[in-house]
């Protein structure tokens, strides 16, 4: 287990397409908050690049691992399963793999939901669009327990917080 215990999300949840792509509908990521968590995802994790995703529509930016997780126990997203560990999509939702252990604490603290392949065997839940700051620093904690399930390697403090 990586993740850290979260807040309970406040408000509402949102609307959410059930089909792929999964998208969130309502509640949307203000762009400045959006563009600071892209910023964040592009210089506070090492070890990673960026591009467009190879799963979700081409608005999606993915983080990807520049050495692919070879862990045996570590399944990221497909087709590869071993390199994209997160992305965000245009409405600033994210997709993202945690450790198994992990889920059911991530989807009981009301900040995201399973994907609709999840009970196919996909390890990919989605965090909510952060509609502020302080939701920003939780999905930036989120986002680096994705990161330390990927690599084996804990976040520092820097890193989880930048």
Same mark, same amino acid.
């Given at each position: 287990?990586?993740?850290?215990?979260?807040?309970?999300?406040?408000?509402?949840?949102?609307?959410?397409?059930?089909?792929?792509?999964?998208?969130?509908?309502?509640?949307?990521?203000?762009?400045?908050?959006?563009?600071?968590?892209?910023?964040?995802?592009?210089?506070?994790?090492?070890? +990673? $690049?960026?591009?467009?995703?190879?799963? @979700?529509?081409?608005?999606?930016?993915?983080?990807?691992?520049?050495? *692919? =997780?070879?862990?045996?126990?570590?399944?990221?997203?497909?087709?590869?399963?071993?390199?994209?560990?997160?992305?965000?999509?245009?409405?600033?939702?994210?997709?993202?793999?945690?450790?198994?252990?992990?889920?059911?604490?991530?989807?009981?603290?009301?900040?995201?939901?399973?994907?609709?392949?999840?009970?196919?065997?996909?390890? +990919? $839940?989605?965090?909510?669009?952060?509609? @502020?700051?302080?939701?920003?620093?939780?999905?930036?904690?989120?986002? *680096? =327990?994705?990161?330390?399930?990927?690599?084996?390697?804990?976040?520092?403090?820097?890193?989880?917080?930048?």
């Amino acid at each position: 287990m990586t993740l850290p215990v979260l807040p309970e999300r406040e408000g509402d949840r949102p609307v959410t397409g059930p089909e792929i792509p999964h998208l969130q509908l309502t509640q949307t990521s203000p762009p400045d908050v959006k563009e600071n968590l892209r910023q964040w995802m592009t210089t506070a994790l090492p070890g +990673v $690049v960026t591009g467009r995703s190879e799963i @979700s529509p081409p608005s999606t930016w993915a983080v990807f691992l520049k050495e *692919a =997780a070879t862990a045996e126990d570590v399944h990221l997203m497909p087709p590869r399963w071993n390199s994209e560990f997160v992305h965000l999509h245009a409405d600033g939702s994210l997709h993202l793999c945690l450790d198994p252990a992990d889920h059911p604490a991530f989807l009981t603290s009301g900040w995201g939901e399973k994907h609709p392949f999840y009970d196919r065997g996909v390890n +990919v $839940v989605m965090f909510y669009a952060p509609r @502020s700051q302080s939701e920003l620093e939780v999905a930036k904690k989120v986002i *680096a =327990a994705s990161y330390h399930y990927a690599t084996g390697h804990a976040a520092t403090t820097e890193t989880a917080t930048a």
